[in-house]
């Protein structure tokens, strides 16, 4: 080794806190607290972890920094063991799915999901988990752990065996309940108030209950016969914390093929029970590496019984079962840790399968069927498996789709954020045959599973229930059998219920050969018994096989042995599966006698330090490994005391006598052991007397990387014998200069200097050329010492000049500074003044390093290396050939270590020891080889100073000279292959593949350009072959600026247009990663904050804010940065005029609405105050019925924050009266809740719609945080119905549903029940079945109870089973809904349940059950549901019971539309049709015919057109001359007035309408909208000035014309979602403002909804076309509004919000990709089978994703994107999740126009920098710094512009103004090498010309070809961008800028 240095005592870092902390007592003894280190050896990652685990304590430091205290004092239970590991982390998955950089302390486990750190803390049957980023987990074990060991993920946990017989009295006989008693028919009552009691001190061994329905009660109390646990497995494993304990399995057989999916064979077979897990590490496999693959895990156990050691191969096994595959998606949506007790289910997060879906008894698939129920005794397997585990016995369910049992039976993580004992009265269990989930009941602290007992529900159905709830809803718990533990499934051979999840394959055994006995009876677990370690030979260590040796060392300390065994891996090509390591035995050796050993790792080196003991009892501390020799370790003359690596070590400055002088002497003989191994050679040596740890670091390897590289580069070169003696030679070098005590200032360089020349200086010297003068020694002064221990005189001027210019180098490295070069461009004085004092001994660094090699050349280490028998290839005892060839390799694998650093402009050129020094001992090399080619080329490399170095240049004549080999250099390589194209110029061969290493950018080069050479050097192919040489950004901006420039020039031509088929990584090369970043950046939010809103001071909530009056919180500031986000959007989609802001103040209704009421002459004051009461109430109905319209514009706006309560507006029904502005109240005993029940009901929903989707943390807590005190509310009824249609009452756990409607509030019911319907829609999900069954009278069972439940409610439950089994075709509920609809009722009731609001309820359920599948009925045929329904809607009734199927008419009508939807089924069609004869439009309502007009156009769908002969040609004949001019208005005095003859023909002109409408729905089609204000206009003007004085005949005109234009109004919105359109908003304003007397509630809640679909998502969203969607606006804007605002008489008012199904986020948001900004650009797009393309500025709307082709910006400000639909269909899912596309600014370009529209752009345009000088604070930097004032004006704003990349956009990258910088100055420096590479740069600009000329003459005759066949020649700048990237365009430097580099060249040669 280099050196063994003291680094003081070495004490826990936490020890001092747990003093302070009392959890150890003063001067704590070693046995009170165990103390571990963790080391990781990951590059990169490398880093020390601490723990000490005192009693009840876990204590965690890193780096020697007290990090965190973890306490177990409330658990009651011992601290088994602590240890760190790695866990798949659930959100670092969601993350690395965005990330593409991961952060570095995540790795990827076997199943490719990111790892996170985690400390495990095993007490006696639990496991703590704490991820080091803060989440954690409690997993409960269903046994006592033993001990556990770290996996590379995860960890193996070992079981305590059984040694206790005697039978817990608590687990024999189960309590008896209060007040009960056992009987086979009461199961129901043992269930639901059994408590078992548990206690831990019996943990020894529980026994079975059989406790099943056919058990009597003669063995119901008999003891089980006692059954061993020897068939189950010892150890399992935990690989998630949020999954099942796992299986670790072995194969039975060695020659048995490796099982790659579980369950191969009949049952697993596991390792012997006496097998216990001491050791587990991951092995760096170096082929393996290579290709990416993973790495070889080692286990190691020990088995006591026999006395066997043997080791494993560990492999993680991948899952095949359908159930478990799915694991990824553990993680809940709405997944928060708990706070309650285990004994309390939760059902928020139960841990089901995320596919689970419950249904009606129906098992799940994959499930075997049920084995016998009874209990065999002689079935022993089965009891050792269930006692093993301390659980009971099941039925035979098969478990494939259960995992662990531990954490099924008690587990503290089910979450619920309730308080621990709010719903505790009365524990329920979950109900499943087919999916096991037992939960553990008991006390707190008897958390393992004890005896526990399961109902199960006779008719098979599966429930979640998990809390009280009210007698209403005790059917859904039904009981049936009682099977105990029966399900758990845990009774079979095969062990299927735990998944296999490791295999442990045998690699070879060893015995222990104890001759001590007790050994194997050892209490104490086997990990503390003995040490194991693994040392990974090095790559150059390899042998010829490729083999990689691993040596596995196992010291038993007891026995003073050590054990060595030798493994080989190798890949296994004829291996098939994903791991194709072979792991192979080697041989064994035993060393005995040693006391103690253990693994040393510095750096790249490990080898094994050994304790070992001769025979007279003598300790002697030794290196060893099988690739180095053996090596005694000298201590330090004194160990210091002090902790020299503590954060409170002050260090010996300060007082000389506290600090290094405190220090005891070693004695080897009182070393006891080596501890705690660490990072770069630290470990402690363990004092026998005192038992105190010194620290000491033993150097195996170089600290300075130029040393190391320098001897990688020798070790490549030389064979393997001697490469691997290089290490300890150096070593050995380094322990002679110390002995010699020669003055040396780095001992590491000097070591190596001697080596290289000793190399040569083999080769034979002639020594009648070389006088041996005497070597010099150290000067006996001062006070420091050197590296090498000399000591340095702090006042001599000639001791700080050696060290300021350390090596060969001739003036301090300081001075080549910008601010000291003064001195270098002085007279020559100044460099004199570095040079030795005349009268001193001046020997240079050579000539005194010649001296020192030629000394230990002569001493008894040189002459075993270089003498007569030397291993070196360059001594005498090697041949001729290979003395010489040897010599020649060292020497150019050093040069190419020298021209490598001439590609990394960021290895210094003069710090020590750089290139000079190198160069300078290549030079020396060089000179006494005589070759003269090299010797000219160095010295022109040497630094201008050099030449007075020469003069004590002692010359050495070398006896056996080598041939001398060509020159080469790196540049002028490069130069010859750029512009010359000829890859034949030559890299020195390189005949080690380790050599590569050491100058990766060469071979990054030399594979550059051997793909180049057979490519035909477009851009394009320059770029993808830098990608596949590995040339990566970060490497670009370390290269030469003239290496930079050409490979540049390919980058920016490429810039633009990128080609599609490019990969993620060659994107990033280019700088283009926002080419696909609608992809990866969709599933994340951006959590930056736009800098749209000016920066203020002043707080967002401030006080007054927070207090201010609760009605104006809806103006407040924005909850969330994502919200915030979404205004800015908003506010640049509306920021021409104020259109939204108006919409906003008209669906206001939290302040005082304002009229206008002119008094007449004639009024008295009493009169006039009474009008304006009048008006005022009137006005109140229309404000009433805003909130429904405003649902529809604030939708999916805003981001709660979770913390705060979410306010929902009320009502303001005060107004101010104009002229007089006088506020004028209502009647408030009018206006009461229950009197507007529905009013609030809207408000609610209003407000809960405004909830976006994709808020996070919607969940059961937070609900019932806004839940309203006891008494449920009507607004909050209404926001359980808007989180249920956005899909947040998914998560909600069940008891909270009970919770709502146990009380049967009517309003809350309705909310509920729709929601979770709308939130599970088409699940067919078994649970929300039986909800809504309970609350529908006609599906109850026979016989049951008649429920007093309101008519609404049952209408709910009817619509909520449509929603629920949505397209399924669902034969039972398709007969019961049909049932419903043509019901005849016995006797006609008061108040009938089935009105016509049910019935059409009915109609809309039988419609989405089979929506638009009227061509395919599949199982429906025979229930001829489309004769039923035809002959209901269409054909004449019976007189009896017309009154009563006359309220079936409409239902049947819609379910017709909904199931034959844009089916083209022509007779359906005419028979729903509305009757040729007019006659019989008599007998049918006006609004019928409406309906029915509509539902034949939604069957013929793609017959709709919208013109106006469409219109005309379908309506009947007797009315077409109405139409006709269709200018004019409806009552044409030429055709007469309209009358009540008239009304079919105003409803079915509103019917087609409505159907042009919907089939145009979202689109924004100009056409259409016109077409459709057309006919507004007919009806506006017939329903604007109603008579007060007309007839009966006239009012209903009236009224139907009125019924007609809310629904026009509602399809002309309809077609204009989202656009906030002028045109229909200024009509929809004047109708908003109607206050007459006869406009009822309904036409106001039309014209709202109208204005709110006009505003949807204000403007961020729109409808879409899909069958749900036009069902859903079938049903929201159903034709027949309310009279007032509580009619519900022909359509629940809750329907009227099902429009949310019919959304569709369209709006295109272009967001800069630095600044997270919205920014408009130009966008164009082109439809599907269309050649023309539509532009568009951005915020906007796009037209259906389906009818898009592409979308492309065109922006000259951005790069370009184009995004086409049509062959990247992931495209539009990944736009349905975000609808952001990322731009990213383009770099200032250098021509004038693109300039010059840049500065227009950034000036006037939104979201960009403004433009004026005071933005940019730097612009007087260019007129006061002479190199920037030359700068162009692009230039200058490339330099200013650097941040508008932004973060993620390699803000460091090279700008082409650094290049043109740093090249203008390479000129003035005159450096050979930078002007070799100007002479590179130089031709392939040349090159370059060339090209573009050739583009050029090909561009033209292509167009002389084009013109000779007649086509224009039109082309414009986008469509250039489109074309394939070629040379002639703009290069990265401009040609001006390098016609200047020329010409300052061709002066500084002038001169």
């Known amino acids: 080794m280099a050196s063994v240095t003291s680094l003081g005592l070495h004490q826990p870092t936490a020890l001092q806190y747990a003093i302070q902390e009392q959890l150890l007592p003063e001067n704590p003894p070693r046995s009170s607290y165990d103390w571990s280190i963790t080391v990781d050896h990951t590059p990169g990652e490398e880093g020390e972890d601490e723990l000490v685990v005192t009693k009840d304590a876990v204590i965690w430091s890193r780096g020697s920094v007290f990090r965190k205290c973890f306490g177990f004092k409330l658990e009651k239970e011992p601290i088994i063991q602590a240890l760190l590991t790695y866990f798949p982390d659930s959100e670092l998955e969601d993350d690395t799915k965005d990330d593409e950089p991961r952060r570095k302390r995540d790795r990827v486990g076997h199943d490719e999901r990111p790892l996170s750190k985690a400390l495990v803390v095993f007490l006696k049957t639990q496991a703590h988990v704490y991820f080091l980023d803060g989440t954690s987990h409690v997993v409960h074990m269903p046994f006592e752990v033993e001990s556990a060991c770290a996996a590379p993920q995860g960890v193996i946990i070992q079981r305590r065996q059984r040694t206790d017989t005697s039978l817990a009295a608590s687990l024999r006989f189960p309590r008896v309940p209060h007040n009960s008693f056992i009987s086979n028919l009461s199961p129901v009552s043992v269930r639901s108030s059994q408590q078992s009691t548990f206690t831990t001190e019996t943990l020894g061994k529980p026994k079975t209950l059989p406790l099943r329905l056919n058990a009597t009660f003669d063995n119901l109390w008999d003891t089980p016969e006692p059954k061993n646990d020897s068939q189950w497995p010892r150890l399992v494993a935990l690989t998630d914390p949020l ?85 990824k998606a553990t993680k809940k949506t709405d997944r928060r840790r708990s706070s309650m007790q285990p004994g309390l289910p939760s059902g928020a997060t139960t841990p089901l399968h995320t596919t689970f879906k419950e249904s009606f008894g129906a098992p799940l698939p994959g499930k075997r069927s049920r084995k016998s129920e009874k209990i065999e005794k002689n079935d022993k397997t089965l009891a050792n498996l269930e006692t093993s585990l301390g659980i009971e016995k099941e039925s035979g369910v098969t478990r494939r789709t259960s995992r662990r049992v531990s954490s099924m039976l008690a587990r503290a993580d089910l979450s619920a954020s309730q308080d621990r004992t709010a719903f505790s009265e009365q524990p329920q269990i979950s109900n499943h045959p087919n999916a096991r989930r037992d939960t553990s009941h008991g006390s707190h602290r008897g958390r393992v599973s004890g005896v526990s007992f399961t109902g199960v529900s006779s008719h098979g159905v599966n429930t979640r229930l998990e809390a009280p709830v009210d007698t209403l809803l005790e059917e859904l718990r039904a009981g049936g059998d009682f099977e105990g533990f029966h399900t758990m499934g845990l009774d079979d051979h095969d062990f299927d219920g735990l998944t296999q999840e490791i295999m442990f394959t045998k690699i070879h055994s060893i015995p222990i050969e104890n001759s001590n006995v007790r050994y194997s009876l050892s209490k104490q677990p086997a990990r503390t018994q003995c040490k194991v370690f693994c040392l990974t030979g090095l790559e150059s260590m390899d042998d010829d096989y490729k083999r990689q040796q691993v040596l596995v060392g196992i010291q038993d300390p007891m026995e003073k042995r050590l054990q060595l065994l030798t493994l080989y891996l190798q890949t296994d090509k004829s291996s098939t599966g994903t791991d194709r390591t072979a792991v192979t035995f080697g041989q064994l050796r035993k060393a005995q006698n040693v006391i103690d050993s253990c693994k040393i790792v510095d750096g790249e080196m490990s080898m094994i330090l050994l304790l070992s003991q001769s025979t007279e009892g003598q300790r002697e501390l030794s290196l060893q490994a099988p690739w180095t020799q053996l090596a005694s370790v000298k201590l330090p003359p004194k160990l ?7 954060l409170d070590y002050y260090g010996s400055l300060v007082n000389r006598d506290v600090g290094i002088r405190r220090a005891v002497t070693p004695v080897i003989g009182e070393i006891a052991g080596l501890h705690h191994p660490k990072l770069r050679g630290v470990v402690d040596i363990l004092d026998e007397d005192t038992q105190q740890h010194h620290q000491i670091r033993i150097q195996l390897q170089p600290t300075s990387p130029r040393v190391l590289k320098t001897l990688k580069a020798l070790r490549s070169a030389l064979p393997t014998s001697s490469g691997e003696r290089l290490i300890t030679n150096w070593w050995e070098i380094m322990t002679w200069l110390r002995q010699q005590d020669y003055e040396v200032i780095d001992i590491e360089w000097s070591a190596v200097v001697i080596q290289i020349f000793s190399i040569y200086l083999s080769l034979g010297v002639d020594e009648a050329t070389f006088v041996v003068e005497r070597t010099p020694r150290r000067r006996s002064r001062g006070f420091l010492r050197s590296s090498s221990g000399a000591q340095i005189d702090m006042s001599d001027w000639d001791a700080m000049n050696t060290y300021e210019s350390p090596g060969s180098l001739t003036h301090p490295s300081w001075m080549e500074n910008k601010a000291w070069q003064w001195t270098m461009e002085q007279d020559d004085s100044s460099l004199s003044m570095f040079l030795p004092s005349p009268g001193r001994d001046n020997t240079t660094f050579l000539s005194s390093h010649t001296k020192y090699a030629l000394a230990y050349m002569s001493s008894s280490q040189g002459d075993a290396a270089c003498g007569a028998n030397g291993y070196l290839p360059t001594s005498s005892s090697h041949d001729y050939l290979t003395r010489t060839r040897y010599a020649q390799d060292v020497f150019l694998a050093l040069h190419l270590l020298l021209e490598e650093q001439k590609l990394v402009i960021t290895s210094s050129y003069a710090s020590s020891p750089g290139s000079v020094d190198l160069r300078v001992v290549l030079l020396r090399v060089a000179s006494w080889l005589k070759w003269h080619e090299w010797i000219n080329s160095y010295e022109l490399e040497m630094p201008l100073d050099w030449a007075e170095q020469q003069s004590d240049s002692t010359d050495i004549s070398i006896s056996l000279i080598p041939p001398e080999p060509a020159y080469w250099n790196a540049f002028e390589w490069i130069r010859t292959s750029l512009a010359h194209e000829s890859p034949s110029a030559f890299v020195p061969p390189i005949r080690s593949a380790m050599a590569y290493s050491i100058v990766p950018r060469t071979k990054m080069f030399e594979d550059l350009f051997r793909t180049l050479s057979w490519r035909s050097r477009t851009p394009v192919d320059f770029v993808e072959a830098m990608h596949q040489s590995g040339i990566t950004p970060v490497i670009l901006e370390s290269l030469p600026e003239y290496v930079l420039v050409p490979l540049q020039d390919a980058i920016a031509q490429c810039q633009p247009a990128p080609p599609s088929t490019w990969s993620k990584e060659l994107l990033n090369l280019v700088n283009r990663s926002d080419v696909g970043s609608v992809l990866t950046r969709s599933t994340r939010l951006h959590i930056r904050s736009t800098n749209v809103l000016a920066p203020t001071h002043v707080a967002s909530w401030d006080f007054n804010s927070l207090c201010q009056n609760i009605t104006e919180f809806n103006d407040g500031p924005s909850d969330d940065i994502a919200e ?3 205004q800015a959007v908003i506010r640049a989609i509306f920021k021409e005029d104020r259109r939204l802001d108006e919409t906003k103040a008209m669906l206001n209704t939290t302040k005082p609405r304002i009229m206008r009421l002119d008094p007449l002459p004639e009024w008295t004051e009493a009169y006039y105050l009474e009008q304006q009461k009048e008006m005022v109430t009137r006005l109140a109905n229309n404000t009433l019925s805003i909130p429904s319209g405003r649902a529809l514009m604030n939708y999916g706006l805003r981001f709660p924050l979770l913390t705060q309560k979410f306010h929902i507006n009320g009502f303001v029904l005060n107004c101010t009266v104009k002229p007089n502005n006088v506020t004028v109240g209502v009647d408030k005993s009018l206006f009461t809740e229950e009197k507007i029940a529905w009013a609030f009901f809207h408000a609610g929903v209003a407000g809960g719609l405004s909830i976006s989707r994709q808020a996070k943390g919607i969940d059961t807590s937070w609900i019932l945080y806004n839940k309203p005190g006891n008494d449920l509310s009507n607004r909050h009824a209404g926001f359980l119905l808007a989180l249920g249609l956005n899909g947040h009452l998914k998560g909600v756990a069940k008891w909270v549903a009970f919770k709502y409607l146990t009380p049967k509030h009517t309003m809350t019911s309705i909310g509920l029940l729709l929601g979770l319907a709308a939130s599970y829609i088409g699940t067919m999900d078994s649970l929300i079945t039986r909800l809504l069954s309970v609350h529908v009278t006609r599906m109850l069972p026979r016989g049951a109870a008649e429920l007093n439940l309101s008519p609404l409610t049952q209408t709910t439950g009817i619509m909520g089973i449509g929603l629920l089994y949505c397209n399924s075709q669902h034969r039972r509920m398709s007969e019961i809904m049909m049932s419903e609809i043509e019901h005849v009722e016995v006797e006609d009731d008061e108040e009938p349940l089935r009105t016509e609001c049910y019935r059409l309820a009915a109609g809309f359920a039988l419609g989405f059950i089979n929506l638009g599948k009227g061509t395919d009925l599949k199982g429906l045929h025979d229930m001829r549901i489309t004769e039923k329904l035809l002959t209901l809607a269409s054909a004449t009734k019976k007189a009896e ?16 539309a909904l199931i034959y939807m844009k089916s083209e089924d022509h007779i359906v069609a005419r028979k729903i049709d509305v009757p040729d004869a007019p006659l019989q439009f008599d007998y049918i309502r006006p609004d019928i015919l409406l309906l029915r007009t509509v539902a034949k156009h939604l069957i013929l769908w793609s017959e709709i057109e919208p013109t106006h002969e469409w219109v005309r040609k379908n309506l009947p004949r ?29 409803t079915i002109l509103a019917g087609l309408c409505w159907a042009i409408a919907l089939r145009y729905a979202g689109s924004g089609n100009l056409k259409v909208r016109e077409l459709l204000l057309s006919y507004i206009r007919k009806y506006y003007g017939q329903c604007r000035h109603p008579n007060p004085k007309a007839s009966f005949d006239d009012r209903t005109v009236q009224v139907t014309a ?16 989202g656009t906030c359109d002028l045109e229909v908003l200024r009509f929809l304003r004047s109708l908003h403002s ?8 309904g036409s106001h809640m039309a ?61 295109l948001v272009t967001k800069d990709v630095a600044t997270n900004a919205p920014v408009s650009i130009p966008v164009a797009i082109r439809l599907k089978n269309s050649t023309e393309e539509e532009g568009r500025m951005t915020p906007c709307l796009l037209p259906p994703l389906s009818d898009i082709q592409t979308v492309r910006t065109i922006s000259p400000e951005f790069w370009n994107l184009e995004l086409d639909f049509e062959s990247h269909p992931e495209y539009a899912e990944a736009f349905k999740r975000s609808q952001a596309l990322y731009v990213r600014r383009r770099p200032v370009s250098d021509s004038p126009f693109a300039t010059t529209m840049l500065a227009l752009g950034r000036q006037g345009g939104f979201g960009g920098l403004p433009a004026d000088a005071a933005s940019q604070p730097l612009e007087w930097l260019f007129d006061d710094v002479p190199s920037l004032n030359k700068l162009t004006h692009a230039e200058r704003g490339t330099v200013l512009d650097r941040g508008v990349g932004g973060p993620d956009v390699s803000n460091s990258s090279v700008s082409a103004v650094d290049a043109r910088l740093a090249l203008e100055d390479i000129v003035q420096s005159g450096n050979r090498d930078d002007l070799l590479g100007l002479k590179g740069l130089f031709e392939w600009e040349e090159w370059r010309a060339g090209k573009t000329q050739e583009e050029e003459k090909e561009k033209h005759k292509e167009r002389e070809k084009e013109r000779g066949e007649g086509k224009e020649d039109e082309m414009t700048d986008v469509d250039n961008e489109k074309k394939e990237p070629h040379w002639s365009g703009e290069g990265w430097l401009r040609e001006s800028i390098v016609e200047g580099l020329k010409g300052a060249v061709w002066l500084a040669g002038r001169e």
């Open 1602 to 1617: 009125c019924m007609c234009l809310n629904v026009v109004a509602l399809s002309c919105a309809t077609v204009m979602a």
């Open 1441 to 1456: 019971h017309v009154h009563i199927l006359d309220r079936s008419t409409a239902a049947s009508v819609v379910a017709i």
């Open 640 to 646: 210091s005391l002090a902790n020299s690596r503590s």
């Open 1634 to 1641: 109607r206050n007459d007397p006869d406009t009822t509630y």
């Open 1647 to 1707: 014209i709202h909804m109208a204005m709110g679909a006009l505003s949807l998502g204000c403007g961020t969203q729109t409808f879409n076309t899909s069958n749900l969607a036009i069902a859903s606006l079938l049903v929201a804007f159903y034709p027949v509004f309310p009279d007032s605002v509580q009619d519900n008489k022909s359509h629940l008012q809750a329907f009227r919000h099902f429009w949310v199904l019919a959304t569709d986020p369209r709006c």
């Open 1518 to 1546: 007797r009315y077409h001359a109405r139409l006709q001019p269709p200018l004019y208005p409806l009552d044409l005095p030429a055709r007469g007035p309209l009358n009540s003859t008239h009304l079919p023909f105003l």
């Open 243 to 327: 999954l099942e304990l796992g299986l670790v399995v072995t194969q039975r057989d060695r020659s048995a093929k490796r099982k790659s999916s579980r369950g191969s064979e009949k049952s697993p077979s596991f390792l012997d029970r006496a097998e216990e897990i001491v050791h587990i590490e991951e092995i760096p496999h170096h082929q393996a590496c290579k290709k990416g693959k993973g790495k070889v895990v080692l286990a190691v156990t020990v088995n006591r019984e026999i006395c066997m050691y043997t080791v494993w191969k560990l492999t993680y096994l991948h899952n095949g079962d359908p159930f478990i595959n799915g694991r």
């Open 1124 to 1126: 915030s986000d979404k």
